[in-house]
């Protein structure tokens, strides 16, 4: 059960990031928090490294809690994209561009 809460934890700070957009994230700088909704109590920390490719981010999210004396830690990584594509020019090619944010989970 543990597992599945740090996995929540990780899955909610993902959605946040990408629905905020890996730049503007970065520049609110609130890079790891805790989750004490459930016990034992969760704390998460986001790393995020350019990768200097195409406007990629290396994100990692790790969540870490202790049961009794011991340690647990789970993390997960994905790339994202910091291109803010609100800010892009339209372009009028007849095709329609898919709904989204800025970024996106691969």
Not at 36 to 48: H, I, L, M
Request: proline residues 4%.
């Amino acid at each position: 059960q543990h597992y599945e809460i740090a996995a929540s934890v990780i899955e909610r700070q993902f959605t946040l990031i990408d629905a905020t957009g890996i730049d503007a994230f970065i520049e609110q700088d609130q890079l790891e928090g805790t989750y004490d909704e459930a016990e034992p109590g969760y704390r998460w920390r986001v790393e995020t490294q350019y990768k200097g490719i195409d406007d990629l981010y290396l994100v990692t999210i790790a969540v870490e809690w202790m049961e009794g004396m011991r340690p647990y830690r789970l993390m997960a990584q994905t790339m994202l994209d910091g291109t803010d594509t609100s800010k892009l020019p339209a372009t009028n090619s007849g095709a329609s561009a898919p709904a989204g944010g800025s970024g996106g989970r691969s």
